[in-house]
Every structure is written in structure tokens, then in C-alpha cells.
Antibody, heavy 119, light 110 residues
Framework: QLQLQVSGPGLLKPSETLSLTCAVS??????????WGWVRQPPGKGLEWIGT???????YYNPSLKSRLTISVDTSRNQFSLKLSSVTAVDTATYYC???????????WGQGTLVTVSS | QSVLTQPPSVSAAPRQKVTISCSGS????????VSWYQQLPGTAPTLLIY???KRPSGMSDRFSGSKSGTSATLAITGLQTGDEAVYYC???????????FGGGTQLTVL
């Protein structure tokens, strides 16, 4: 059964770069049927789509984050990554990785990791 | 301010039926599929409904979805205390070129 596992630092200082990795197990990230996405959720708030990529490297970003965002894939390690630069307190959130089906819906989610931005 | 609009909360008694609305526009719900997610406290969201009205394999048939125009509805029948959660609708917005979500609806089973 496919599983997604997020890893990365939980505490950052303002202006630093947030870096997270999502490891995919139980199946290959190389699939013509699936995309792979990131979603975040500030404490006590709703869901916000960050971006999505295809195993070939094609990326699709939330316009509101695009200038600070890089999403990449490492097919040899069966994982994909998120980098968000110049973070501030508003980037404090639980970050989830998820399988994104044709941009219509997210059918499998990782457990999420809380990233706090604080001086 | 979410692109899709949901009521902040709904409530109903056990064994009753509840509906949760999700309102959007022609750039999202009106011309794209709607999905619904359940988020239990302290956990990741899980997919309840996709493509407006389809259930993932193994999902209870107590959950159903529908869409009409620029609005969608999630219905939950035979309410159980275990259904207490926050429910989100989602869609793709063709104008924004972005996946969008509603603000979430807290379901309380009285």
C-alpha cells in the first residue's frame, strides 16, 4: 500500500529556507497516472495548496507562493521535495504531501509535519 | 478568505442526516470537479468524495456528494459520534490555475 512520509526541520528563523522531503513507499513515483503535491495548513486554519509536480519534473505552483517556491523530484530515491525561501511567521503551518490525481483531488496524504517560523 | 465558501459549522443528532454546502464560481465548481475531505482532530485529511459524487474504494455509503451549477453538497446520513470532524471541499480554479479549498466546516454530532 502506497505511503507518503514527510521529513524536515520543524523550526526555522525568519528569512531562512524551508526544506521538506516526501518519501514515497509501496509504489513508484514514476507513474503516468499521478501527480504529487504539497498542501499546508496554518494552526487552526484551513487548507492551502502549495504546488504539484509530475515525475518528469513539470511543476505547477500556487501563484501566491510562486516567487519563493521550488518543488523538485528525485526519481532515484522515489521522493519529491519542497523549498520555500524567505519564510516568515505566516509560513508557520503543518505541511502535507499528497498524491494529486489529474489536479482534481488528493487521494492519499502523508502524515504532515509542523513547521514553525520564529526568531 | 477561501475561494470556496462553506458554513463554519453544522450540527445534528446521532442517526440523523446533515448536509454541508460548498459555494464557488464558474471558474472552479461550475466547470471542474469537486472533492470532499474529512479531517479528524490531529490527523491528515482523508478523501471522502471525488469527481463530484464518487466514493473511494472502501468509503462508507453514508457519505455522498452532489453538484449543481456553482455549488456542491456533501451529505452524511446515519450520523455517528465518530463523524465529528472538519470537512473541506476542494476543486481546481481555472482562472487562478490553482487547486482551491473551502474554509472548512466543523461537524458536531450532538
Amino acid at each position: 500500500q502506497l505511503q507518503l512520509q514527510v521529513s524536515g526541520p520543524g523550526l526555522l528563523k525568519p528569512s531562512e529556507t524551508l526544506s521538506l522531503t516526501c518519501a514515497v513507499s509501496g509504489g513508484s513515483i514514476i507513474s503516468s497516472d499521478y501527480y504529487w503535491g504539497w498542501v499546508r495548513q496554518p494552526p487552526g486554519k484551513g487548507l492551502e495548496w502549495i504546488g504539484t509536480l509530475y515525475y518528469s519534473g513539470s511543476t505547477y505552483y500556487n501563484p501566491s507562493l510562486k516567487s519563493r517556491l521550488t518543488i523538485s523530484v528525485d526519481t532515484s530515491r522515489n521522493q519529491f521535495s519542497l523549498k520555500l525561501s524567505s519564510v516568515t511567521a505566516v509560513d508557520t503551518a503543518t505541511y502535507y504531501c499528497a498524491r494529486h490525481i489529474k489536479f482534481w483531488y488528493f487521494d492519499l496524504w502523508g502524515q504532515g509535519t509542523l513547521v514553525t517560523v520564529s526568531s | 478568505q477561501s475561494v470556496l465558501t462553506q458554513p463554519p459549522s453544522v450540527s445534528a443528532a446521532p442517526r440523523q442526516k446533515v448536509t454541508i454546502s460548498c459555494s464557488g464560481s464558474s471558474s472552479n465548481i461550475g466547470n471542474n470537479y469537486v472533492s470532499w475531505y474529512q479531517q479528524l482532530p490531529g490527523t491528515a485529511p482523508t478523501l471522502l468524495i471525488y469527481d463530484n459524487d464518487k466514493r473511494p474504494s472502501g468509503m462508507s455509503d453514508r457519505f455522498s456528494g452532489s453538484k449543481s451549477g456553482t455549488s456542491a453538497t456533501l451529505a452524511i446520513t446515519g450520523l455517528q459520534t465518530g463523524d465529528e470532524a472538519v470537512y473541506y471541499c476542494g476543486s481546481w480554479d481555472s482562472s487562478l490555475s490553482a487547486a482551491v479549498f473551502g474554509g472548512g466546516t466543523q461537524l458536531t454530532v450532538l
